[in-house]
């Protein structure tokens, strides 16, 4: 059960939601340069995995056009709202729970270190909520740039997250662990943060985001990314970032649970640039667990470990080949709204 002590606090992805936020592409993103109705396909398959059990909030450019391209509309909500990119989960509102009242954050977004462009998404949550979808919660503008999946959560004061991002000097300007908890502490209710200091993935560019890396499955469980092949890159970082998830201990003082997600093949780009592949990157719904795929042969292995982590749940994969093309995966394209 969750802490009641805690006056602050953010609830944990597992528990429920009023619905998931996406964004979609659009003629005036990256997303453009290539086949557009293609690359909305995932998009497309994600939200219907996500209205299977809940509502979800699609952010377009064009209402009646993205509309047109579902069979059901089912527990969908079409909002027109200008974007600069799809990645949702860096962007949108974070939920917490104040004195046991929802309020939505909504945090300063710099395109990851100022490398893109994101004028239109920090505006998102603002006229979001000016539009009434979020009817009567309060909602906070905080000047201070966190990302949604620059941190995990277990609902109960635990903050997982990495240095490489949240210290880095392109954000905030190189704030401090210390400096940084601090924020965290105030804006969250973080009662404790544990650092990871290792672990990366070839291709990614938010400094090594933690929903790439090691997520939170219950209050004693994580799930992480490990690589057996010694002749991967990444071998050593993430063995590195194994060993020290094995140093953290739960809120009653006890090892983790850890359980290890394959690394996949290494999936490249048509310029022989590796992508940030990762079975990392899922959604845990209401009533399902959506996860990625990348047409590689650890996708099988991938599934029967989310049957085993959530037995309780509809279990969905959705191809994400077209995602990872442009930097981000599943989770990075969504972002929940608890009740």
Known sequence: MTDVTLTKRVPAEWERQQ???MSFPHEETDWAEGDLNEALSPFIRIAQAIAYGEAVYIICKNKEKIASMFCST??????EIPTNDTWIRDYGYISIKENGEK???DFTFDGW??????????????????????????????????????????GAGTILTTSTC???PNRNGGLSKEEVE??????????????????????DDTDSHVDTLARFVNKETIAYVKCN???????????KMEEQLKTFETNEGKPYTLVPLPMTDAVYDEDSHRLPATYANFLITNDALIYPTYSVAQDKEAHEIFKGLFPYKEIIPVNCLKL????????CSTMQVVY
């Open 166 to 168: 949240l210290c880095n």
């Open 324 to 331: 990872i093309k442009q930097g981000g995966s599943l989770h």
């Open 229 to 239: 092949n010694r002749e991967d890159g990444h071998y050593e970082a993430l063995q």
């Open 182 to 203: 601090e924020k965290l502490k105030t804006y969250l209710g973080a009662q404790r943060v544990l650092w990871l200091d290792h672990g990366y993935l070839a291709g």
């Open 74 to 79: 089912r527990n969908m909500t079409f909002i």
């Open 103 to 105: 309020k939505l954050l």
């Open 113 to 154: 270190g100022g490398k893109f462009e994101a004028s239109l998404d920090n505006s998102v949550n603002i006229l979001l909520h000016k539009k009434g979808y979020m009817r009567i919660t309060p909602l906070e503008s905080i000047d201070f740039v966190l990302e949604g999946g620059s941190i995990e959560n277990d």
């Open 19 to 21: 619905c998931v936020l």
